[in-house]
């Protein structure tokens, strides 16, 4: 695939000063291939591109080994066809438990242009712009006949556009999906020496992940898993759920939220289901729900080590006291530099449950090479700011996310990660790191899965409850478990409806537990 119209991809080499790359010309810019941004003058975007933001240091140290520069040349080669148009970077320093804070403020004063936000739970905040009729236009970037010539949505697997990531509940694109995780988000790096030594097989659902845990815990030698330090705490949003424990229990019950009958679980479909009350548990699923949240709060009480969401397991890990360590498939480049570790470690998917875990856990197919890799990496047009700053800010964002999305493009940001991720768009190459790992074993995971709230503020309500559900209070029991977690679920369900004006006439309302 080549830039039309463009002569040169050469690399300038210029670094980003400070948070931003080189200012505009002082001239009025020319058209490029007949687009002429802005009417030809200076235009600053303000983008946070999350993991793929260029790091501060340019070489590699042992206290910063990891070097992102790709997209510095990206944004170059870019400037090359719009030289009027500079690129802000948006140094948040946010994390995630305050991103939501950070985005509120940055909404009343000056949002970027182009952001990630993790998926369309943000979506009754309003802050993401439709994007369904600009992916159905041509990526002008593209040679005529090849993939993303006609529609720039046809250079991504269709898989992709039902996706939490990219989709809402009302079936609107509201982000652009640029990496995705090689085969799995999260994965259990574990160290070789410990399993040859206990005689442990990598497991090959949640059962065996159990009894291995159980067998290391007896040991007494090792900690068994350490988890990764933003999930340590027992929360409704915990990977186990996620990834583990929700697509097997809500595949069991597809016939109930199934109302299309494609067998994948839409936003809208999902969102239906928390309102209609199949995810409830004080419905006719309440034993369903016992079941699921009861596997996590196992691990959380009989897996990890007291205190775990306190204590920094690296120093540990490196020394080779920890036999299995919790993370998400970023940890690879981190990994592979770290110089502090000094035995060999492998990778395995995060298992899944079965009928070996649950009555009420659906069984899964296995089959060689990655399954509808989960997008790692999507990225959103910030309503608010373009519809502030005007139609050129739009005509901008569109046309840097059309360019970044390009198989070259993607390929280069790829390859500087080093065996995080792979391309989320056809034509992208697999990195020689992740080559065996990709083409691996991997369940055929459901695709669907038990809501863990509809909304950021639903989860974090439910994070709660289920944390005091842990600790064992007598006065938190099953019961009063249920009741905190079906009020917190309706009332995402009723502000995701009311914020994307959605119509629900013909769905029966199942909250009826006062």
């Known amino acids: 695939m080549k830039k039309k119209g463009l002569i040169s991809l050469a690399l300038c080499g210029l670094m980003i ?24 003058e200076p235009i600053t975007l303000i983008v946070d591109l999350n993991q793929l933001m260029p790091t501060t240091n340019t070489e590699a140290t042992e206290q910063n080994p990891i070097v992102f520069r790709s997209i510095v040349d990206i944004v170059d080669d870019f400037r090359e066809m719009f030289p009027n148009v500079s690129i802000e970077w948006a140094y948040s320093k946010k994390s995630s438990g305050d991103w939501a ?30 994007l369904t009729d600009i992916l159905d236009e041509p990526n002008v970037f593209v040679e005529e006949g090849e993939r993303g010539s006609a529609h720039w949505k046809d250079m991504f697997p269709d898989y992709m556009w039902t996706d939490s990531m990219t989709t809402d509940a009302k079936g609107n694109i509201v982000a652009v999906p640029v990496t995705c995780y090689p085969g799995t ?3 259990y790096f574990y160290n070789k020496d410990i399993f040859e030594e206990l005689n442990l097989s990598i497991p090959t659902n949640w059962e065996e992940f159990k009894e291995i845990c159980d067998k290391i815990n007896q040991d007494g030698r090792y900690v068994a898993v350490a988890p990764w330090s933003l999930n340590a705490k027992a929360t409704i949003n915990t990977w186990d759920i996620q990834y583990s424990l929700g697509p097997s229990y809500a595949e ?11 067998g994948y679980m839409t936003q809208d479909e999902l969102l239906r289901a928390v309102y209609e009350g199949v995810f409830y548990g004080q419905g006719k699923n309440r034993e ?30 490196n020394k080779g006291k920890v036999a299995m360590m919790e993370d998400g498939m970023w940890r690879v480049s981190a990994e592979n530099v770290n110089a502090e570790r000094k035995f060999e470690y492998g990778i395995f998917p995060s298992p899944l449950a079965d009928s070996e875990t649950s009555e009420f856990c659906a069984d899964f197919e ?25 139609e050129a800010h739009l005509q901008a964002s569109k046309l840097f996310l059309m360019w970044l999305t390009l198989p070259e493009n993607v390929d280069r940001m790829v390859a500087e990660k080093a065996g995080e991720c792979v391309g989320a768009v056809y034509g ?14 991997f369940a055929r995971s459901p695709a669907c899965n038990w809501t863990r709230g509809v909304t950021i503020a639903t989860q974090t309500k439910m994070n709660r409850y289920f944390m005091l559900w842990c600790s064992g209070n007598a006065k938190y029991d099953d019961d009063r478990f249920l009741k905190d977690y079906d009020a917190a679920l309706y009332s995402g369900a009723l502000d995701m409806i009311e914020a994307l004006d959605i119509d629900t006439s013909g769905w029966k309302n199942g909250y009826t537990f006062g």
């Not at 069991?252 to 494609?262: C, T």
């Not at 190459?429 to 074993?441: M, N, Q, S, V, W």
């Open 366 to 390: 296995v089959g060689e090479g990655a399954y509808n890799p989960p997008i790692c990496e999507s990225f959103n047009i910030c309503k608010q700011a373009v519809e502030k700053k005007g």
């Open 288 to 317: 369903n729900v016992l079941s699921l949240y009861g596997e996590a709060r196992y691990k959380h009480n009989n897996i990890l080590q007291t205190g775990a969401e306190s204590t920094d397991y690296e120093p540990m890990w």
């Open 428 to 441: 992208s190459t697999i990195p020689a790191e992740l080559e065996d790992f990709i083409r691996g074993t």
């Open 17 to 40: 000063a400070c948070t931003a790359c080189t200012a505009p010309e002082t001239t009025k810019a020319k058209p490029w291939n007949g687009i002429l941004i802005n009417d030809g």
């Open 252 to 262: 069991k019950i597809k016939d109930q939220w199934d109302y299309d009958g494609n």
């Open 185 to 187: 988000a999260t994965a």
């Open 101 to 130: 804070q950070w985005m509120t403020t940055q909404i009343a004063t000056d949002a970027p242009d182009i952001v990630m936000m993790h998926g369309s739970e943000y979506a009754d905040r309003g802050w993401l712009y439709d």
